[in-house]
């Protein structure tokens, strides 16, 4: 097959043209080998489809590309991608590519393998923790090779890695306000450049350029070179061009939460019909979308990030035509006859046929004294993946015993010295599924503390040290950390439904048949204020025409699979809602 328009004569000659450039350089793709002509083939390919924007280089050997990646490393040049033949001189792919891990932590990581070794090669990901594999033949690229690597690099590129022509962020680690923009744009998968104000020489010359006080953090600089001193995230979202207003006044269907529920019913939605609008009020992703890795979602058998699907179902639901607002609040929900109207958090209105709620849950918040004013300080609700990058080679602390703490504790592990867990319970096994179980017990610097629970935090300006007690043994310590990641509970906030929709206890919205009141007589009753002759569809509210759907609803399975299930089901029973108020009309 010959290379589209634009690609070089030789893969060869562009590889070793990479291979000398400086720090200043691209980021490169490293295709490993031992086939001549295999290799000849996989540099061409990648020249052809990424020439533009990365350097190719190659090897044919595991010796020679470790000698390439550790050469790289120390002369601070960036590496995107390592391809690797699983039968090499010298090795296997799966040895080499976990070496490369250890090099390039950050670097994504592919095996190509032969169809007799796949069914291998599915039960070693996990021991080698690479990102994707691809049985050859390989070609057509178009069709086996670039859709994986175009997945995979879209990843890379919205993380943190110093690429020309990003944005860069000025800051100080363990400054708030430095954190909640570096978390917005990481979630919203937005590639920026952290230059951090203690340890990057360049990090002091925006404020020699600009006059502009140390005090002021963060800044954020722009590719056009304006900068944003200390900005807010509706006015960063201004500036990188997303959707903070929606462009109509009326839709089919407004969907308050974009959380796997949100964004399934955004995507079914709009690609059967449906004038869909999705307002966020932080970043598209919800709670899973800061999940380090998703190693049970069907279809994945590498596993993805929380970041990963989202950006997908992003793209998804764009390709549909679903408008997303973000960052964007809904502060208030009412019927106006037939239609159904959210107020916004800068005072608009937005009407619509139906309202689909799925704002998701957020952690519960630790009840510690002085937690509080550490919060972002070393202190953090979660986590994203760009915050594995500042704790290289420290003692980190991760409270929490489900699959989102085990998920982050194996993430965090690649880069810290030691991650401890710190569970309530007296096993993992409680709240946590069994593979993750067994990967933790398997990861060397991964250590889990039962029946352990955190009592007090230490440091001024930010997090130093820890206290625990062991609540078996009643003993506690004091332990220096500058990482605490909280991952426990699940809290919907709901608050602003009060008196609108039915909730239970806790605060999660009753749907369909958990509605019903069961009176002495034990009759089955209908919600208080239904008017309808028909009881309410299996995820309708006690509200007709306002349906809720994942972590939000009463009663849901709280998994990514079963939230993207039930805003998927969700927008069934709407077009049943629409369908049966049409008929009513007549």
């Given at each position: ?5 634009g690609c070089?004569n030789?893969?060869?000659d562009?590889a070793?043209?990479?291979?000398s450039?400086?720090?200043?350089g691209?980021?490169?793709l490293l ?5 001549e002509?295999e290799l000849r ?7 052809c489809?990424?020439?533009?924007r990365y ?7 595991a010796?020679e ?6 050469g790289?490393?120390q002369?601070g040049?960036?590496v995107a991608l390592v391809?690797?033949?699983?039968r090499?001189?010298?090795g ?5 590519l ?5 090099i390039f932590p950050e670097?994504?990581r592919?095996?190509?393998t ?6 291998v090669?599915i039960?070693a ?6 990102d994707?594999?691809?049985?050859k033949p390989w070609?057509?690229?178009?069709q086996n090779?670039?859709?994986a690597l175009r997945?995979?690099?879209?990843g890379w590129?919205a993380?943190?890695n ?11 680690r363990?400054s ?9 744009f990481?979630r ?5 450049e ?6 990057d020489?360049g990090?002091q010359r925006?404020?020699d350029?600009?006059?502009?006080s140390c ?9 056009d070179?304006?900068?944003l001193?200390?900005?807010t995230n509706?006015?960063i979202a201004?500036k990188i061009?997303?959707?903070?207003r929606?462009?109509g006044r009326?839709?089919d269907?407004?969907?308050?939460g974009?959380g796997?529920a949100g964004?399934?019913a955004s ?5 059967e019909?449906?004038r869909?609008?999705t ?5 598209p992703?919800?709670q899973a979308?800061?999940?380090s890795?998703?190693?049970n979602?069907l ?6 990030s929380?970041s ?7 793209a998804?639901a764009?390709?549909?035509?679903v408008?997303?607002v973000?960052?964007?609040t809904?502060?208030r929900?009412r019927?106006d006859?037939p239609?159904r109207?959210?107020?916004l958090?800068?005072g608009s209105e937005?009407s619509?046929?139906v309202?689909?709620l799925?704002?998701?849950?957020e ?5 510690v004294p ?5 919060t972002g300080?070393g202190?953090?609700?979660g986590?994203?993946?760009?915050e594995?990058?500042?704790c290289?080679?420290e003692?980190?602390?991760i409270?929490g015993g489900a699959?989102a703490a085990g998920?982050a504790?194996l993430y965090?592990?690649r880069y810290a010295k030691?991650?401890?867990m710190?569970?309530?319970e007296d096993?993992l096994?409680k709240?946590?599924?069994?593979y993750l179980i067994?990967?933790i017990?398997a990861?060397?610097?991964?250590r889990?503390?039962l029946?352990?629970?955190v ?7 930010r997090?130093?040290a820890?206290?625990i007690?062991d609540t ?6 004091t ?7 909280i991952f426990?509970?699940a ?7 009060d008196?609108?929709v039915?909730?239970?206890s806790r605060?999660?919205?009753l749907?369909g048949?958990?509605?019903?009141d069961r ?13 309808l ?9 006690s509200?007709?025409?306002v ?6 609803r ?6 990514v699979?079963a939230?993207?299930?039930e ?9 049943q809602?629409?369908g049966?108020t049409?008929?009513?009309?007549r």
């Amino acid at each position: 097959m010959r290379p589209p328009d634009g690609c070089r004569n030789t893969a060869a000659d562009s590889a070793r043209g990479c291979a000398s450039g400086s720090g200043d350089g691209p980021a490169v793709l490293l295709a490993v080998s031992g086939d001549e002509q295999e290799l000849r083939l996989l540099a061409r390919d990648l020249e052809c489809a990424y020439g533009d924007r990365y350097g190719v280089l190659v090897a044919a050997s595991a010796a020679e590309a470790l000698e390439m990646l550790r050469g790289r490393r120390q002369g601070g040049e960036a590496v995107a991608l390592v391809l690797a033949d699983q039968r090499l001189p010298q090795g296997s792919g799966l040895d080499l590519l976990a070496e490369a891990h250890g090099i390039f932590p950050e670097a994504k990581r592919v095996l190509l393998t032969a169809f007799a070794d796949a069914q291998v090669m599915i039960g070693a990901i996990r021991k080698a923790q690479i990102d994707h594999y691809i049985v050859k033949p390989w070609r057509p690229p178009e069709q086996n090779l670039y859709p994986a690597l175009r997945d995979l690099l879209a990843g890379w590129e919205a993380g943190p890695n110093s690429a020309p022509g990003t944005v860069r962020i000025v800051g100080y680690r363990f400054s708030p306000r430095s954190h909640e923009t570096r978390d917005f744009f990481a979630r919203n998968c937005v590639p920026y450049e952290w230059l951090d104000v203690e340890r990057d020489p360049g990090a002091q010359r925006p404020f020699d350029a600009s006059g502009v006080s140390c005090s002021a953090l963060p800044i954020v600089i722009f590719p056009d070179g304006t900068q944003l001193v200390q900005p807010t995230n509706a006015e960063i979202a201004e500036k990188i061009g997303l959707k903070v207003r929606p462009e109509g006044r009326f839709y089919d269907l407004v969907i308050v939460g974009s959380g796997p529920a949100g964004l399934a019913a955004s995507v079914y939605g709009a690609s059967e019909g449906l004038r869909t609008v999705t307002v966020e009020r932080q970043a598209p992703g919800g709670q899973a979308g800061l999940s380090s890795m998703i190693e049970n979602y069907l279809g994945f058998p590498a596993g993805l990030s929380g970041s990963d699907l989202a950006r997908r179902a992003v793209a998804q639901a764009r390709k549909f035509g679903v408008e997303i607002v973000a960052p964007q609040t809904v502060t208030r929900l009412r019927a106006d006859g037939p239609s159904r109207v959210v107020t916004l958090s800068d005072g608009s209105e937005l009407s619509a046929h139906v309202v689909l709620l799925t704002p998701g849950v957020e952690w519960r918040r630790l009840d510690v004294p002085g937690i509080e004013r550490l919060t972002g300080a070393g202190v953090y609700y979660g986590g994203t993946l760009a915050e594995a990058f500042f704790c290289r080679g420290e003692d980190i602390y991760i409270v929490g015993g489900a699959n989102a703490a085990g998920q982050a504790a194996l993430y965090f592990s690649r880069y810290a010295k030691t991650v401890t867990m710190l569970v309530r319970e007296d096993s993992l096994a409680k709240y946590m599924s069994q593979y993750l179980i067994e990967q933790i017990e398997a990861t060397r610097n991964v250590r889990v503390r039962l029946q352990t629970i955190v009592v007090g935090v230490q440091g001024d300006t930010r997090l130093e040290a820890i206290t625990i007690r062991d609540t078996a043994a009643g003993k506690e310590d004091t332990l220096p950390t500058s990482a605490l990641f909280i991952f426990i509970g699940a809290e919907p906030h709901t608050e602003w439904l009060d008196g609108v929709v039915e909730r239970d206890s806790r605060g999660f919205i009753l749907t369909g048949p958990d509605l019903e009141d069961r009176s002495a007589g034990g009759k089955m009753e209908r919600p208080s204020g239904w008017t309808l002759e028909r009881e309410p569809y299996r995820l309708e509210s006690s509200v007709p025409g306002v349906f809720a759907a994942g972590d939000v609803r009463s009663g849901s399975v709280k998994r990514v699979a079963a939230g993207v299930g039930e805003g998927a089901a969700a927008v069934q029973f709407i077009h049943q809602y629409l369908g049966s108020t049409r008929q009513e009309r007549r």
